[in-house]
């Protein structure tokens, strides 16, 4: 039906009619490529559409979102109102999405309990909505920016990655224990990630010299976690997160909690280009994080991020894991071996 070769001749076995296909313009939508059958892909133009700043998504939910629910829920524009730095607030403490689908629902919710006390006269119109009638109406905060605590003990590294709902950061934790020299690897990894924490694995063994480890100290079993183990994640761009949380394992030094990043680690120590470079530093910022490492070959990439966000952050374009370790770890005291 989508090869324009073919589909000129297309025949509809239930109608059992021939049709002409091949002027028709086929479009079809997905959160996800990876589940795209390739042979179907590959008949495909594909069009990527990045997920929206916090900025942009306080201008939809402004000029669009507000306005729909609070006509929805039976309010006049001059019964309630809400500032940009409470809409950001809502964004960012009780939605984690590429798109404004759950914020709307969020807003939605906000707006159904503000009409019912208005209703109720437990207060009187005009409502100005601030940050404790939203912890009110929509309970606990549900998404927090955890990278300082995550990483204040040695074995744990800040990484950045590309799912279904756009970027997100990442934890790596590493830990060690006395027992036969073996690697063991959770938290739903594909075949691809397993691969990168083997590879990381050896090429800080070729260099622990450089990190003053002993050679001994690889002598042990080692353990990598990747948290949130219900959700399958794979691809090679943990690598230099994953040699990241540990080296700081090894060496006794914490990684610094201002750094997030991403890349490919070769045996040799390279690091490798990878893809969704925007979304993994709109994640980078939403999280908090001030520095982030990026390969040298993805400098061009930075060109797609929003000017604003650049501004506010550090950029370290890197081509060797040597580069990594010296500006992610905090420096070193006294090293000593786990």
């Not at 939508?29 to 306080?58: C, H, Q, S, W």
């Not at 939809?60 to 019964?79: C, F, K, M, S």
């Not at 590429?98 to 019912?116: F, I, P, W, Y």
């Amino acid at each position: 039906v989508l090869d324009p070769a073919q589909n000129s001749t297309f025949r509809d076995h239930y109608l059992d009619v021939e049709l002409d296909l091949s002027e028709v313009v086929f479009i079809a939508t997905a959160n996800v490529a990876d589940t795209i059958p390739g042979p179907l892909l590959d008949r495909m133009e594909v069009i990527r559409f990045d997920g929206y700043t916090v900025d942009e998504k306080v201008g939809i939910a402004r000029g669009y979102l507000w306005p729909r629910q609070r006509e929805r829920n039976g309010l006049r524009e001059d019964e309630v109102a809400i500032s940009d730095i409470v809409l950001e607030t809502v964004i960012t403490d009780y939605t984690r999405e590429a798109g404004v689908r759950q914020l709307e629902r969020e807003l939605g919710k906000l707006l159904r309990k503000t009409a019912t006390r208005i209703a109720s006269a437990k207060v009187e119109a005009p409502v100005m909505l601030g940050h404790d009638e939203v912890r009110e109406a929509l309970g606990r905060q549900q998404f927090y920016r955890e990278a300082a605590e995550r990483t204040a003990v040695p074995g744990v590294a800040t990484g950045l990655a590309v799912t279904g709902t756009g970027g997100d950061v990442l934890f790596v934790e590493a830990t060690s224990a006395r027992g036969t020299e073996k690697l063991v690897l959770t938290g739903q990894l594909g075949d691809v990630m397993k691969e990168s924490a083997q590879i990381a694995l050896s090429s800080l063994r070729s260099r622990a010299d450089g990190l003053g480890v002993d050679e001994e100290a690889f002598e042990r079993a080692f353990h990598v976690h990747v948290p949130a183990g219900a959700i399958p994640k794979d691809g090679p761009s943990a690598g230099i997160t994953m040699a990241t949380a540990l080296a700081s394992l090894l060496s006794g030094r914490a990684v610094k909690h201002t750094v997030g990043m991403t890349g490919e680690v070769t045996l040799q120590g390279r690091v490798l280009p990878i893809g969704g470079l925007k979304q993994k530093v709109l994640a980078a910022h939403a999280a908090g994080l001030t520095d982030v490492i990026i390969p040298e070959r993805n400098r061009q990439d930075l060109d797609d991020v929003p000017q604003h966000v650049r501004d506010e952050l550090t950029f370290h374009p890197v081509i060797s894991l040597d580069e990594v370790l010296e500006l992610a770890l905090e420096p070193a005291t006294q090293l000593h071996a786990v």
